[in-house]
Nanobody, 122 residues
Framework: QVHLLESGGGLVQAGDSLRLSCSAS???????AAWFRQAPGKEREFVAA?????????VYGESVRGRFTISRDNAKTTVYLQMTNLKPEDTAVYYC???????????????WGQGTQVTVSS
């Protein structure tokens, strides 16, 4: 079983950038890796996903498209989320997850990290 650990969260101002990392241990990421986020009182929201094969495609949630970039290292042990032009509405706990195929639904993912808090002040 894979163990996922997110890092890189913090408190930033609107317009700032931040890069989150998700490290896998026990085994590498499955075929799909994704980032989700959850704000207080809201459902878990899809942020971005990629297929971890070389040259695998990426997909983004509408609210982050053009501002966030998902990527992975060559060893497929770390997945990143580069966030730019952050907005207060991006404030949430960010989770990484992995599954055998990509999906925008959290229920498709079996392995999750514990989350990292991102807070964007206005």
């Amino acid at each position: 079983q894979v163990h996922l650990l997110e890092s890189g969260g913090g408190l930033v101002q609107a317009g700032d950038s931040l890069r989150l990392s998700c490290s896998a241990s026990g085994r590498t990421f499955n075929r799909a890796a994704a980032w989700f986020r959850q704000a207080p009182g809201k459902e878990r929201e899809f942020v971005a996903a990629l297929l971890t094969d070389a040259g695998g495609p990426t997909v983004y949630g509408e609210s982050v498209r053009g501002r966030f970039t998902i990527s992975r290292d060559n060893a497929k042990t770390t997945v990143y989320l580069q966030m730019t032009n952050l907005k207060p509405e991006d404030t949430a706990v960010y989770y990484c997850a992995t599954a055998s195929s990509w999906s925008q639904s959290p229920s498709a993912y079996n392995d999750w990290g514990q989350g990292t808090q991102v807070t964007v002040s206005s």
